[in-house]
């Protein structure tokens, strides 16, 4: 039988601007959107941390992040 220890993701999330709206009210969007990611991960306690955050030149927002993945323990991870 075998059990599962530590589990983490690594993920690379882009938040994009939307095409449809004024470029500075697309960025503004971009960084609350980005803010309400954060918040959220706070909110439900999932373990997270954000390894490299790159703002692009158009205002969109790339980051790349270690979280928590379901329930499992992730310290190893996150060291």
Do not use: W
Not at 17 to 22: A, F
Not at 28 to 33: D, M
Not at 54 to 77: R, T, V
Request: contains cysteine; charged residues 30%.
């Amino acid at each position: 039988m075998k059990r599962i220890k530590a589990a983490c993701l690594e993920q690379t999330i882009h938040f994009m601007l939307k095409e449809d709206l004024p470029r500075e009210e697309a960025v503004q969007f971009v960084q609350a959107e980005y803010a309400h990611y954060l918040a959220q991960m706070d909110r439900n306690r999932t373990p997270y941390r954000i390894l490299e955050k790159a703002e692009q030149p158009d205002g969109s927002i790339l980051i790349k992040l270690k979280k928590q993945y379901n329930g499992y323990d992730c310290k190893p991870y996150m060291d």
